[in-house]
């Protein structure tokens, strides 16, 4: 057995996992990229951290990469627009939507 690091993607995979996102308390969203620890799994999530430090939304915190997941942190005032939407729900939106573009940006920079 190699004591080597596996290597690692740099981009979202071409058809990333499904990815769950769940509420963590009333200022915070998980987002599960898988349920086994793998190199495809921490790829996504790397890759997918890189792209929410250069394109961060209104209200980001903070984000926190794990083994399966990506918590991320928010300001649930600036997220819900002062007040016009839910803050869980918009942050969930925004970030399905950051996701999708991050697959899109990656696929096309494959190309």
């Known amino acids: 057995m190699s004591n080597r690091p596996l290597p690692l993607p740099a981009a979202l ?3 990333p996992p499904v990815v769950r996102l769940f509420p963590l308390g009333d200022a915070a969203v998980v987002l599960e990229f898988g349920t086994g620890i793998s190199p495809l799994t921490h790829g996504a999530i790397a890759a997918f ?3 929410l430090a250069a394109h961060p939304f209104v209200g980001l915190r903070e984000y926190v990469p794990a083994f399966t997941t990506l918590t991320v942190y928010y300001d649930p005032w600036l997220v819900s627009e002062n007040g016009q939407y839910q803050p ?3 942050a969930a939106e925004v970030l399905r939507q950051l996701l999708a573009t991050a697959t899109a940006t990656e696929a096309t920079a494959e190309t």
């Open 13 to 15: 995979p071409a058809s």
């Open 88 to 90: 869980y729900e918009r």
């Open 49 to 51: 951290s890189r792209y």
